[in-house]
């Protein structure tokens, strides 16, 4: 299982992006799975931005809360970041993170966890 983000950019404060974190797989189907988005700003740690439970919960952190929405599309394996009114301390790295998923192989029905895209980057100006 693979996760691999796309969708990030440059924009102006006020600006939109939508990030997407497909899970691609050789053979497995996944059938549930928790999806966190995190960030790394420039010289700060890690923060989680926002998370979708394998039953669609949903939760953001404070600072994204009214701007950022998560949401998934399970017939293509993607969960999407849309970030509206963006900032310029929304800059950084943004990594999707699968913390959990149940997936079958030709083995049956087994639990993953903590898989992590690679990370793509978006800058906001001033």
């Known amino acids: 299982v693979q996760l691999v983000e796309s969708g990030g950019g440059s924009v102006q404060a006020g600006g939109s992006l939508r990030l997407s974190c497909t899970a691609s797989?050789?053979?497995?189907?996944?059938?549930?799975?928790?999806i966190n988005w995190y960030r790394r700003p420039p010289g700060k740690q890690r923060e989680l931005v926002a998370t979708?439970?394998?039953?669609?919960?949903?939760n953001y952190a404070d600072s994204v809360k009214g701007r950022f929405t998560i949401s998934r599309d399970n017939a293509k394996n993607t969960v999407y970041l849309q970030m509206n009114s963006l900032r310029p301390e929304d800059t950084a790295v943004y990594y999707c993170?699968?913390?959990?998923?149940?997936?079958?192989?030709?083995?049956?029905?087994?639990?993953?966890?903590?898989?992590w895209g690679q990370g793509t980057q978006v800058t906001v100006s001033s």
């Open positions: 979708i439970t394998s039953d669609d919960s949903t």
């Open positions: 993170n699968a913390d959990w998923f149940l997936f079958r192989d030709y083995e049956g029905v087994k639990e993953g966890h903590d898989y």
């Open positions: 797989t050789a053979s497995e189907t996944i059938f549930r799975i928790n």
